[in-house]
């Protein structure tokens, strides 16, 4: 596979269109050093959606060197900056952004998160 492990895909449902230039943002959930109770989530990668609303490149490919040197598995969050798109298109929204937690279990697996918006909605799940 020559794609991120994770990849994401937003379509504006109001236009009918891909959501080009919304920030992606991909972070992990970790526990504190030093301290078993306290967990937080650590920013690992950011990206935009491209011209076809698809963002394919957050983290390396499973092929690739720099892959062995990320530790891949476990709870993970996407944020959808969702305001600046709308604010890009003249239209205001009631969600700012949109954040979508999720489990990665197999680190070999490719995982995809779709996201269809609107001004006033959101809707997602687990695609292929």
Known sequence: MSKSPITC???DSSTGKPAKGVAVTLQGYRSVPGNDNMN???PMATGETDSD???TDLLPP???PDRAKLKIGGLYKVTFKTKEYFAKTGRKCFYPWVEITFE???TEE???IPLL???YSFTTYRGS
């Open 40 to 42: 937080m989530f650590e």
């Open 9 to 11: 895909h937003v379509l």
């Open 53 to 55: 609303g698809r963002c």
């Open 110 to 112: 490719h995982y995809h």
């Open 104 to 106: 990665l279990d197999d």
């Open 62 to 64: 499973h092929d690739s």
């Open 117 to 119: 918006i609107s001004p």
